[in-house]
């Protein structure tokens, strides 16, 4: 059975960093373009970052230069290292199988465009509080 799972997300501090790891099992992730969006209380979904199969990037605009989109094609995992954390990047994160990054890339916007992914886990929490 192929599925995602992200991991790596808590509590941290505003200026904190966090990595998160999105792992595929049931197939191999290297072929696939791969996305992450988030969703915080009473907003929208909102695409974050997507790394292509060819690791081209995209990055939305709140998050740019703050975070990097990576990939491990051996341990089959996607990263989301997310550092200068603010409050307002509190929420669960899921990362999914976007082709060719247009929803969490291109689109930006998840809400409406679910059909267009193919895969997405259950999420990682992330937390910025003092």
């Known amino acids: 059975q192929s599925q995602l799972a992200e991991s790596g997300g808590g509590l941290v501090q505003p200026g904190g960093s966090l990595r998160l790891s999105c792992a595929a099992s049931?197939?191999?992730?290297?072929?696939?373009?791969v996305g992450w969006f988030r969703q915080a209380p009473g907003k929208e979904r909102e695409g974050v970052s997507c790394?292509?199969?060819?690791?081209?990037?995209h990055y939305g605009d709140s998050v740019k230069g703050r975070f990097t989109i990576s990939r491990d094609n051996v341990k089959n995992s996607v990263y989301l290292q997310m550092n200068n954390l603010r409050h307002e990047d509190t929420a669960v994160y899921h990362c999914?199988?976007?082709?060719?990054?247009?929803?969490?890339?291109?689109?930006?916007?998840?809400?409406?465009?679910?059909?267009?992914?193919?895969?997405w886990g259950q999420g990682t929490l992330v937390t910025v509080s003092s």
């Open positions: 790394i292509t199969n060819d690791n081209r990037t």
């Open positions: 049931g197939f191999a992730l290297g072929q696939f373009s």
């Open positions: 999914a199988i976007d082709p060719d990054c247009f929803v969490t890339g291109t689109l930006g916007v998840v809400d409406g465009r679910e059909s267009y992914l193919e895969l």
